[in-house]
């Protein structure tokens, strides 16, 4: 590693910071000039990115002149080619392991300084605004044991941060550990202590499936909350939004409210989460940070006018060591400020470890 | 449904006045033809040139000859469907077409259920058919109706909602005979439905594939060459790739830069799109044409190669399936037909078709069987199987009879 690529690093990731720490202060001027200049940087740095973006008439004699300019990669690519600044030397790989292609993908970063401060901000302005202390009740895979778990590095930084102390899971490879669970729930509630449930969509119906089968509902202390993420497209069984968050309510005894779902994607670094707005129904809608910015964009990758569907492209400044902005397939549409998801497309890939919840549905 | 009144007419009687009825609808300026091709065009999204290919492809083969040809060969005569008929070394038989049939076809290209349809009321049968709201098989019936009118009282073609619509259950309940085209959820779904006894023929979803040995290929005359690589581009691109008789991945032995083979596909590529252009694409299969396309990009920048045609992909992944990507044919580079049989056996892929460039060709026939496929046909042919052939590895109306055999 060169003193040219460590300062230019640390001058970016430390502009970064200072965004994720005052949001406010990104507006759409700096939101260009700060991605432009993490885009050049890929440039330098990031060989597989940079014969791309070359292909595309991009070089450090064109840079891109509008956020929507900046090349987007597809997600596949992940699979094809490590794409860093730093190659091998990355200090975190997450995996796209078990997708529904059977081929995974690795997503590299440099620190994982950038990630866990993007994460943690996302986080709080989503589930924490009123500065909840809760405990972490987890259906999500364990990151001790499986590290390439961007979903489980995530809600394993988020628990350690802000959570109580006394933060368990409940998934140890496929198994679900539905006593374990209720024995935790059932001690939240005699403490009196909030809890965040986070888990996978999947691994939320297997224990709803599990609970329903002994008769059993507990209504977790005021103020819990719970947070779901992954989805059924592509999957064995499908449940919808409305039936999924009715029976959550129900045998939780949350409030609509609480249910949040969450939209990422292990190629990023930073989340989507429903919209304050949009939680009192069950038409939600996505806000995200100030430094991710969905843009909607037709099959020729120009961008759609709000309110027209299209595929949604990430460009995410938390990226910094691997690719700023990411092509999807996932459908969407962006109405007043908020993205609203259609969906993920056939041969679209589940964030994180989907099917791992789905092999443990069939087990549990 | 009502009790039949083909009973009363002859076999042949029936072969004809289906055929003659083809033979109105093979003309593509038949007004009720042009009024289907309108609304097929609506419900599908293909081009004209797409949808007259289908029609004309679907009535042409609908002759009295073929007919007829395809009977005699499944139930040794055409007079077994008429009453008892002496069959040497075997009982005197009668091929008594069952009571009911109903065809379920909501999930299909352009008037795949016509076809059995046709073969349940040449063993008289009463039919209903499910089918796509764009009025091509009541167009057609209508056009029975006007050669005989004894249909009218034996063969309706509507549509209604599937799933748990109770209307569908009790006709589906009723029959004795239930062809269905779906996915693999919807089939297990009507199977459900059915009586105990009724015959289930079902059809899901499956894919074709093409083998050409590259050098085989260079070594032929520009004539046959131009031949094959068009009827490449035709397999791949009509119906956008759907269906499974569409070209769904082709795989190449010895493909070596020598051979010119990718080039020249490309330009039979392009010369095809002209002659059936795409189709309209619903947000979800746009955007995954657009990220492969990207995807194709990206993989090109990697190696310094040229970029892709957008129409072909290179070398996928081998151990992945084929995208089934609208119009986008994935080429699998191998050594030989091992290679593709392990690659289908891995994937488990149903295979419906193996496009080769000889089907007479032991090898291509060896290869046929050791994929599972049900039918090989050369390149170029794969979109128009003959009426005489089995669909899907399945006779054409065995199915709908049930013999009488007097001892």
């Known amino acids: 590693m060169t003193a040219d690529y460590r300062h230019e690093a640390d001058a970016l990731d430390a502009r970064l910071q200072a965004v994720i720490a005052a949001p406010q202060t990104l507006d759409d001027d700096a939101f260009l000039s700060l991605a432009c200049a993490i885009f050049a940087h890929q440039m330098r740095w990031n060989a597989p990115y940079a014969a791309y973006a070359r292909r595309l008439g991009f070089g450090p004699d064109r840079l891109p002149e509008t956020v929507a300019d900046i090349p987007a990669v597809p997600s596949a690519a992940f699979k094809e080619a490590m794409l860093s600044t730093v190659g091998d030397r990355a200090a975190i790989r997450f995996e796209t392991s078990g997708t529904t292609q059977g081929r995974g993908g690795v997503h590299a970063l440099e620190t994982a300084d950038i990630y866990d401060a993007a994460l943690l901000a996302g986080f709080d302005a989503a589930l924490l605004d009123d500065g909840a202390r809760l405990r972490y009740l987890l259906l999500v895979p364990d990151a001790a044991k499986r590290p390439q778990s961007s979903l489980g590095h995530m809600m394993a930084v988020v628990a350690a941060q802000r959570g109580d102390g006394h933060t368990a899971g409940f998934i140890d490879g496929d198994t679900l550990d539905v006593d374990g669970f209720l024995a935790a729930a059932r001690a939240a509630v005699r403490d009196a202590q909030p809890v965040c ?44 939004r409305e039936d999924l968050y009715t029976r959550t309510a129900a045998t939780f005894g949350l409030p609509l409210h609480a249910i949040v779902a969450e939209y990422g994607m292990t190629e990023l670094s930073s989340q989507y989460y ?27 990758g120009k961008p759609l006018p709000d309110g027209i569907v299209g595929a949604i492209r990430h460009v995410d400044l938390a990226n910094r060591s691997s690719v700023v902005a990411i092509e999807t397939e996932d459908l969407g549409a962006i109405v007043d400020g908020e993205l609203i998801l259609i969906g993920r497309e056939r041969g679209a890939e589940l964030r994180g470890c989907s099917l791992d919840a789905e092999d443990l549905a069939a087990r549990a | 449904m009502p009790k039949t009144s083909l009973r009363a007419l002859s076999a042949r009687a029936i072969v004809t006045a289906i055929a003659d009825a083809a033979d109105r609808w093979s003309d593509a300026d038949f007004p009720p033809r042009v009024r289907a091709t309108k609304t097929i ?15 004309d492809r679907l009535f042409f083969s609908l002759t009295r000859e073929a007919l007829e040809a395809t009977i005699v060969d499944e139930l040794g005569s055409l007079a077994a469907l008429d009453g008892f008929v002496e069959r040497r070394g075997r009982p005197d038989g009668f091929a008594r077409g069952v009571d009911r049939v109903i065809i379920v076809s909501s999930d299909t290209t352009i008037g795949v259920a016509l076809v059995p349809a046709m073969f ?28 005989r009118p004894e249909f009218a009282e034996t063969v309706i073609a509507q549509t209604w909602r599937g799933g748990d619509d109770p209307r569908e259950a009790k006709l589906l309940g009723s029959a004795d005979v239930v062809v269905a085209f779906g996915g693999p959820q919807a089939l297990p779904a009507i199977r459900a439905h059915l009586h105990p006894d009724a015959t289930f023929v079902p059809f899901g979803h499956r894919v074709s594939a093409g083998y050409l040995d590259a050098q085989a290929f260079a070594a032929r005359d520009d004539r046959e060459r131009r031949e094959l690589l068009e009827g490449i581009a035709r397999d791949a691109l009509l119906y956008d790739g759907d269906g499974c008789l569409s070209l769904h991945a082709l795989f190449v032995a010895n493909l070596t830069p020598e051979t010119g083979f990718v080039d020249a596909l490309v330009a039979a590529f392009e010369r095809v799109a002209v002659e059936f252009p795409p189709g309209v694409l619903d947000a979800a299969r746009a955007a995954a044409v657009a990220s492969r396309e990207l995807l194709g990009t990206f993989r090109a920048a990697q190696r310094d190669e040229p970029a892709p045609s957008p129409m072909l992909d290179l070398a996928p992944p081998a151990d992945a399936p084929p995208a089934l990507l609208p119009r986008v044919l994935p080429i699998y580079p191998v050594g030989g037909p091992a290679d593709v ?16 460039a000889d089907p007479a060709d032991p090898g291509a026939r060896a290869l046929a069987e050791a994929i599972g496929a049900v039918r090989v046909a050369r390149l170029g042919t794969m979109q128009a199987p003959p009426l005489g052939g089995h669909h899907g590895g399945r006779p054409r109306i065995s199915d709908f009879i049930r013999w009488i055999d007097a001892e």
Not at chain 1, 204 to 218: F, H, P, S, Y
Not at chain 1, 274 to 300: E, G, N, Y
């Open chain 2, 341 to 356: 049989a392990r690659y289908m056996e891995g994937q488990r892929l149903q295979v419906q078709a193996l496009g080769v």
């Open chain 2, 120 to 147: 349940a009321l040449c063993a008289k049968s009463s039919v209903m058919i499910k089918d796509r709201n764009d009025t091509l098989l009541s167009a057609f019936i209508d056009s029975l109706i006007e050669e």
């Open chain 2, 41 to 55: 065009e609506a419900r599908t999204g293909y081009t004209t040139p797409v949808v007259e290919y289908a029609l």
């Open chain 1, 274 to 300: 429903d919209s304050h707005a949009s939680r009192t129904t069950l038409d939600r809608r996505k806000a995200w940070p100030a430094w991710l910015r969905p843009i909607i964009v037709d099959p020729r």
């Open chain 1, 197 to 240: 449930v986070a888990t996978t969509a999947f691994a939320l119906v297997a224990l709803l499936d599990a609970l329903d089968a002994r008769e059993t509902q507990i209504a977790l202390p005021p103020g819990s909350r719970l947070m779901e993420t992954g989805g059924f497209k592509g999957r064995t069984r499908v449940v919808s």
